[in-house]
């Protein structure tokens, strides 16, 4: 074992409060992978919560690994050094399970690169019964777990926590490989991949989706009906991460808006909020163990308890971004110390707001900006959407022109604008649209930056080769993951693509029939699909 990365793990173990020590006897030894760095993937509450929930089960013992940064990679790498785990330093193939949680489409890559530094074979069929069982779960595999369904042996779709205990109880029970996906595809939202055939016609779009050895054929997406009961919150506290020496306490989860690009309100709804009694308790617990609480959920401000808990004394809160409007404005008021705020107009016209139901105006954006002059906010941060089904010139000039508006409201603090590529989500009315070409991408964010660059904002932006990446990734099928197999980095996907024989084109750049059967039809997400058609095409008539 090298020395260097060893002593590097228990650096990092050393300044945690709440990591998990366990006698291995006798337990089922599960690694969570986060593909990423420590640094981000501890940043991660649901990993976090995964990690927590599984170590609350007296039979495993669960320890964690990430992506090694730049600098360990070189050492494993160069000395040849298994992937081991943070906690006991076991290679990652003498685990019985390796779990992985996704969160990100563009962590993608990373899956076979760790799993190659640990001698295991990315493609399922490819391994043994000597090798861990591979499973994954996450917001990206939830809503399509397709491109990746050829190496994994089980992926959750939809809320682990509910589900994640009944299959470690079905694999107590089983007996062998085979008899463990059997039993696995009994439990509600547990897939396992192996037991589907896919078929192509002769354009190359599915024709058909064979179910086989009395595997379901359509997979329910699982949900938490009360989350009160499976609390998630940072189980390990550590410097290292974006929100150091903070707890996190997630507040509720759906989304009450129905925004047409966004997965939060048509994907993971329905709409739940925790009573505001048991967030308090949390925030109490929380604070025995951190300095700062930081409360989670897709729209803070609807939350109809949260400007009382934030009213209690001696905690010093962190929140995730507003909805514009003079409540988000009135709870900023709360949070002393707080310095930055986000707010996400998303498009620069009242128009494209429309098309994207994007429910907020530009006079309530900036009236929610007016109220924040006489808070201690020091930094405002927008984000924008480029790319839009139906964006025109008119939009991109409507950012520069919503931006300048809100600096003149107050030259006291500069915004920050985040700009990123629309990409088309599964399950969502866009779900048949198609993304924005490469030039096009590069000439908006060149026609902001040109403006707002020379009064003083910052931009930053996502590289749009990415994006298109990411929409591969999104909204790909079974043959995507031959582009995985190829891909030796994040930046060399169109080589991948050319040398897998896959059109990304095919996937990201055309429009979808309403009859077309899509990747991810097989799974039940508890929102009619007419009702998506319908939305869609009451965006394409706003525009």
Known sequence: MNRRLVDKADSLLKKERGAVFKDPGGRISVCLAYPNTYHVGMSNLGFQGIYALLNRRDDVVCERVFLPDDSDMAEYLRTGTSLFSLESKKPLADFDILAFSVSFENDYPNIPRMLGMSRIPFRASERNAYHPLLIAGGVCPSFNPEPLAPGFDVIFVGEAEETLSGFIDEYVRAHGRADILGRAVLVNGVYAPSRYEIKYDVAGRISERIALDGAPDIIPKSHVGDISWAPFSTSVITPETEFAEMCLIEVMRGCPWHCRFCLAG???????????????????????????????????????????????????????????????????????????????????????????????????????????????????????MIGLPTETEEDIGGIVSLCRGIRALDKTKTPVLSVSPFVPKPFTPFQWSAMAGLELLKARIRTIKKTLEKEGMKIYHDPPKHAHMQGLFSLGDRRVFHVLEKMTGADDYVRACREAGVDPSCYIFREKGRDEKLPWDFIDAGVKTDWLWAEYQKALASG
Do not use: C, W
């Open 266 to 384: 048509n994907f993971f709804g329905p709409l739940r909020m925790k009573p505001a009694e048991q967030v308090k308790a949390e925030i109490y617990e929380g604070k025995r163990r951190a300095s700062r609480i930081g409360l989670i959920g897709p729209s803070l401000s609807d939350y109809q308890g949260l400007g009382e808990i934030l009213g209690i004394e001696g905690v010093q809160f962190s929140i995730t971004s507003l909805r514009a409007g003079s409540r988000s404005a009135e709870l900023v008021s709360h949070i002393s110390g707080h310095r930055s705020v986000s707010i996400a107009p998303e498009a620069g016209t009242e128009r494209l707001r429309r098309v994207i139901n994007k429910q907020v105006t530009e006079d309530e954006i900036l009236r929610t900006v007016e109220l924040l002059k006489d808070t201690d906010i020091e930094n405002l941060r927008l984000y924008f």
